[in-house]
């Protein structure tokens, strides 16, 4: 006899009351359980359908606002209730800033123990297609986005986030897929072939794809390249990517160029990068000349300092730095992003700046052993934020001044936790919006290397 699946409460008038992490609103149940709504808005009255009761929290969705915010607005997205690439389109543009702020100041008290304010966010000057680089899953005859909290991909023709070069090449590969019976990826069996699609644009309009394969190659490669190159008039390159493991993991072990070149070019702050596939480069290039232009500040420069910057990627802040200290140093385990930063380097004619490709806790070890003491160190880590061992290597160099960029407030909240318990404090912290309708964030944090005596008294 099957067991009877546990019928849902009937649905709640709930007032909402704040924000969680991810932008759903925040409210609390008869009994002061906090639940988490998705679809509602700080200030709100919502009929509230329960989806999921945990010992300590509960979630549920909108089933009807009873009582309006003056900040929702009508979503301007078909995909947007299925799709979980947004969160945020429900909301006014302003609402999401202060959202953005609170939640950066909120993970620095809370997680941090900072008590410092976030007084200011850089929003985001253009909210549509302005992302410099999609990753599409694909699955069956899908082509998309993972919905949200899952792994099931929403066939999505056009995304409002990216430029429309992306879903003329999304089409032309599905084309390519049907015309000659090619599959895609299956993560449950590892079977299969086509397991992304990459794009990256540049802000001339150029395009390079690539497309990330369980095998070396795929039938039919010349016709392929025909497909794509008739789709997108502004494709300079196709690039085949090989990852046969059984993993999340997006970006391959090898690359092998089928057509065309295998990188892009753009500009940034005045200065030329170019840009291969694996190479990190931030999303947003108008926000990114405003992180960097900050970062630059905090950083305090005279034109005499060293400065070591960590994950430098394809060397754009390191190179940033170049053009106003006397020595800069990058590091990053990517080989291909470093081959692309000294690349960088020449091309724009700096010849005080070094890359080593490593892991950057080694290397902030090595430099420690060898007495490299600079007076500015830089970061900007993926979003799972720094080992211990790295801040211990940061402290054994004994750097005057921090700057931290990262993209995730809580896990920079629990390094500044950490930086402070070797002596480095936090001073200054702003944040900027590289990623307007979605809950992601990007923060600056200026630290600085206190000298204080502890007296007993």
Same mark, same amino acid.
Request: glycine share 10%; aromatic share 6%.
């Given at each position: 006899?099957?067991?009877?699946?546990?019928?849902?409460?009937?649905?709640?008038?709930?007032?909402?009351?704040?924000?969680?992490?991810?932008?759903?609103?925040?409210?609390?149940?008869?009994?002061?359980?906090?639940? +988490?709504?998705?679809?509602?808005?700080?200030?709100? &009255?919502?009929?509230?359908?329960?989806?999921?009761?945990?010992?300590?929290?509960?979630?549920?969705?909108?089933?009807?606002?009873?009582?309006?915010?003056?900040?929702?607005r009508e979503p301007d997205c078909p995909y947007y209730t299925f799709c979980g690439g947004c969160s945020l389109r429900h909301m006014s543009y302003q609402e999401e800033l202060e959202f953005k702020r609170q939640k950066v100041q909120d993970c620095l008290a809370r997680i941090g123990g900072c008590k410092l304010p976030v007084s200011v966010i850089y929003g985001s000057e253009n909210t549509q297609r302005y992302r410099n680089k999609a990753q599409f899953p694909i699955s069956g005859s899908a082509i998309g986005f993972y919905a949200a909290r899952t792994h099931t991909v929403t066939d999505v023709e056009d995304c409002l986030l990216q430029p429309e070069a992306c879903a003329r090449l999304r089409e032309a590969l599905k084309t390519y897929m049907e015309d000659f019976h090619v599959p895609a990826y299956d993560e449950r069996t590892g079977k299969g072939l086509l397991r992304h699609l990459y794009v990256r644009v540049d802000r001339a309009g150029e395009s390079l794809c690539c497309l990330l394969v369980n095998g070396k190659s795929l039938p039919h490669e010349v016709e392929l390249a025909q497909f794509l190159r008739a789709a997108?008039?502004?494709? &300079?390159?196709?690039?085949?990517?090989?990852?046969?493991?059984?993993?999340?993991?997006?970006?391959?072990?090898?690359?092998?160029?089928?057509?065309?070149?295998?990188?892009?070019?753009?500009?940034?702050?005045?200065?030329?990068?170019?840009?291969?596939?694996?190479?990190?480069?931030?999303?947003?290039?108008?926000?990114?000349?405003?992180?960097?232009?900050?970062?630059?500040?905090?950083?305090?420069?005279?034109?005499?300092?060293?400065?070591?910057?960590?994950?430098?990627?394809?060397?754009?802040?390191?190179?940033?730095?170049?053009?106003?200290?006397?020595?800069?140093?990058? &590091?990053?385990?990517?080989?291909?992003?470093?081959?692309?930063?000294?690349?960088?380097?020449?091309?724009?004619?700096?010849?005080?700046?070094? +890359?080593?490709?490593?892991?950057?806790?080694?290397?902030?070890? #090595?430099?420690?052993?060898?007495?490299? #003491?600079?007076?500015?160190?830089?970061?900007?880590?993926?979003?799972?934020?720094?080992?211990?061992?790295?801040?211990?290597?940061?402290?054994?160099?004994?750097?005057?001044?921090?700057?931290?960029?990262?993209?995730?407030?809580?896990?920079?909240? #629990?390094?500044?936790?950490r930086f402070a318990e070797v002596g480095y404090f936090p001073e200054k912290a702003v944040a900027v919006d590289l990623f307007p309708r979605t809950s992601h964030v990007e923060t600056i944090l200026f630290l600085t290397k206190q000298h204080f005596l502890l007296t007993l008294e």
């Open positions: 006899m099957s067991k009877k699946t546990p019928s849902l409460p009937p649905p709640l008038s709930l007032s909402i009351q704040g924000y969680g992490s991810d932008g759903e609103g925040v409210a609390r149940l008869p009994d002061g359980m906090t639940c +988490f709504v998705s679809g509602a808005l700080k200030g709100e &009255v919502c009929l509230v359908q329960l989806d999921k009761v945990g010992k300590t929290c509960a979630w549920g969705h909108v089933v009807k606002v009873e009582s309006p915010s003056p900040t929702r997108e008039p502004g494709l &300079v390159g196709l690039v085949l990517g090989v990852n046969e493991k059984k993993t999340n993991v997006i970006l391959g072990d090898s690359y092998r160029t089928l057509w065309g070149q295998d990188y892009l070019m753009d500009s940034l702050r005045g200065l030329s990068f170019k840009l291969s596939v694996p190479s990190f480069y931030q999303v947003n290039a108008p926000q990114a000349e405003i992180l960097y232009g900050l970062a630059l500040d905090f950083a305090g420069l005279t034109g005499e300092e060293t400065a070591v910057d960590l994950y430098c990627g394809a060397g754009t802040i390191t190179l940033c730095l170049a053009q106003r200290v006397k020595r800069a140093i990058g &590091v990053e385990i990517v080989p291909e992003a470093i081959r692309d930063a000294k690349e960088n380097a020449h091309r724009n004619g700096l010849t005080n700046v070094e +890359f080593f490709c490593g892991d950057a806790a080694q290397a902030a070890a #090595r430099f420690a052993s060898e007495g490299v #003491r600079p007076q500015v160190i830089t970061l900007d880590p993926p979003r799972k934020g720094l080992a211990p061992e790295v801040i211990g290597s940061i402290a054994a160099m004994a750097p005057e001044r921090v700057v931290y960029i990262s993209c995730d407030p809580a896990t920079l909240a #629990r390094d500044a936790k």
